[in-house]
């Protein structure tokens, strides 16, 4: 069935006001009460069964057309803690918040979608979820969603996502078989010695030349743990100790992080940090204990539901939009828990290549509402390919 395009307009115009919207009034993890309510209640004038409360503000929306597959599309809600710096009319109401991700576009287009194929679309044969996430950044809301049975209260064979991607042309569409994403995890190092006064320093055992070594070893999983053809980097980002000029304090802390693709590099990085931090306690007669948390898994898309996702690109873009061949990013996204449950993809929609087109995260960026239409594009083709 053709797409009916008096009616995809009007609801692009409809998605642009709910996206500003949005966009005037962020919020942050778990706490998207009054994006979320938006949500639930556009949702419900579309007809839809709508489920709330799966990860606090969660919220999913069934349409219900009878036997056929089972797929879920996901948008994520929440905002940053970041201070806008845009000063044009839909800017940021709340100090010290914005929609620095684009997660207001990702909404709308979704929600844009959801009216779309709720009403104008009685010719498909199947079950869609909508899935709406509280609290993508940093706090694993996704994760939250389905350990509070996502995919038991919700069946789905297969599940997609959507990111903006700036840098990449507006409107093209990039889906990679296998990772799309890093992995990213945390880890803390408490060096524990013997403090002592500076100019004895064979009286106490040093947390600080301890520590410093530690830093230069982590250098070498990378480079010598680490099989050359496989991603990963460990960032030591944070060197905590003392306070004064002549004591060798008692305890050094070091955090970082690191990013990966693979399980198996994740193994291989955790054993080679326990391994460094029992070493260097020996050596230097300290105690070094290490802290290790797994974060994010990588977003690995499965080949099968990516080409699905570059088909229904090829019909809504031209040929040269599509892209499977980039490289992944370093980054990191919590869909990746719904990944590891349900194949599906994960994929960029581009945000714009030009210089107004800003880094995700930065004071001054802004989703493109160029491409609201392209996304909703996207999502009612890929409902009509797999349920159609
Ligand atoms: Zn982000
Ligand atoms: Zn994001």
């Known amino acids: 069935m053709p797409v009916q395009e008096s009616m995809l307009q009007s609801i692009v115009r409809e998605a642009q ?27 419900r004038s ?38 806008e ?8 109401t709340v100090d010290g918040k914005m929609h620095a991700c684009g997660h207001d576009g990702h909404t709308s287009m979704l929600l844009g979608a959801a009216r779309y194929l709720s009403q104008y679309h009685d010719d498909l044969a199947g079950t869609l979820h909508f899935i709406f996430q509280p609290a993508e950044e940093n ?26 991607w700036p840098g990449l042309p507006a409107g093209s569409i990039t889906a990679l078989n296998g990772p799309q994403m890093a992995a990213f995890d945390l880890f803390e190092i408490k060096i524990t010695g013997s403090g002592t006064h500076a100019a004895m320093p064979h009286q106490g055992t040093d947390s600080i ?32 100790g003392g306070d004064t000029w002549n004591i060798i304090p008692e305890e ?24 460094l931090c029992e070493h260097v306690s020996q ?9 290790y948390d797994e974060r994010y898994p990588s977003v690995v ?29 370093m980054a990191s996204e919590d869909f990746s828990f719904m990944l590891r449950e349900v194949p599906g993809c994960y994929a960029w929609i581009g945000n714009g290549d030009g210089h107004e087109s800003r880094s995700l995260h930065n004071p001054h960026y802004d989703f493109n509402d160029e491409i609201l239409e392209r996304g909703i594009r996207y999502w009612v083709g890929l409902a009509q390919h797999r349920l159609g």
């Open 17 to 43: 006001q709910w996206r500003r919207d949005i966009h005037a009034h962020p919020e942050t993890a778990f706490e998207e009460f009054r994006t979320s309510k938006i949500v639930e209640e556009k949702l």
């Open 283 to 291: 050596a230097f007669q300290v105690e070094a204990t290490l802290w």
């Open 209 to 240: 030349v301890a520590g410093s070594t530690l830093v230069s070893m982590l250098q070498t999983i990378v480079s010598r743990s680490v099989d050359p053809l496989d991603t990963a980097v460990v960032s030591v980002t944070q060197f905590h």
């Open 85 to 92: 710096k845009n000063t044009f009319a839909h800017r940021s």
């Open 252 to 275: 050094v802390i070091l955090r970082g992080c690191t990013r990966h693709f693979k399980i198996e590099v994740q193994e291989q990085i955790k054993a080679a940090m326990q391994r």
């Open 139 to 164: 706090e694993a809301g996704g994760k939250r969603m389905v350990e509070e049975g996502l995919f038991e209260k919700f069946p789905a064979e297969e599940v997609y996502g959507l990111h903006n």
């Open 301 to 329: 898309n499965n080949a099968t539901q990516a080409d699905y996702s570059r088909q229904v690109a090829r019909s809504i873009v031209s040929e040269d939009l599509v892209f499977d061949n980039l490289p992944p990013s």
């Open 46 to 83: 579309f007809g839809l069964d709508v489920h709330t409360g799966l990860a606090g503000t969660g919220v999913v929306a069934t349409l219900d057309r009878g036997v056929g597959p089972h797929i879920a599309f996901r948008a994520d809600m929440d905002a940053l803690h970041i201070h």
